[in-house]
């Protein structure tokens, strides 16, 4: 049974940085991408960044590039998002994602629960 299980999510105050971790099992990590999408109250899940499966290549949407950094471990079948300069827009809960993949697809087939990132002015 795959799991991805997220941690690392808090509370920060506006210019702080935190450090988001995906820990997966049951499956073959390194042939999957792995991403991040977030949801903030009362909005769409949208996407953040993402990973291919040999951590070559890395993708951000615009509103995090240069703040926001994906990485990856497939010795310890884990992916990271460190963020920094965070700001009260980035507050929502972030979801780790996987694909049997090379690339990340739009809709990823596995999901983990979650991590609260909420982020103070």
């Known amino acids: 049974q795959v799991q991805l299980v997220e941690s690392g999510g808090g509370l920060v105050q506006a210019g702080g940085s935190l450090r988001l971790s995906c820990t997966a099992s049951?499956?073959?990590?390194?042939?999957?991408?792995m991403g991040w999408f977030r949801r903030a109250p009362g909005k769409e899940r949208e996407f953040v960044a993402r990973?291919?499966?040999?951590?070559?290549?890395?993708y951000y949407v615009d509103f995090v590039k240069g703040r926001f950094f994906i990485s990856r471990d497939n010795a310890e079948n884990r992916m990271y998002l460190e963020m920094n300069s965070l700001k009260p827009e980035d507050t929502a809960v972030y979801y780790c994602?996987?694909?049997?993949?090379?690339?990340?697809?739009?809709?990823?087939?596995?999901w983990g629960q979650g991590t609260q990132v909420t982020v103070s002015p």
């Open positions: 994602a996987a694909a049997a993949r090379p690339v990340l697809p739009s809709e990823p087939e596995y």
């Open positions: 990973i291919s499966s040999t951590g070559k290549s890395t």
């Open positions: 049951g499956l073959t990590f390194s042939l999957h991408a």
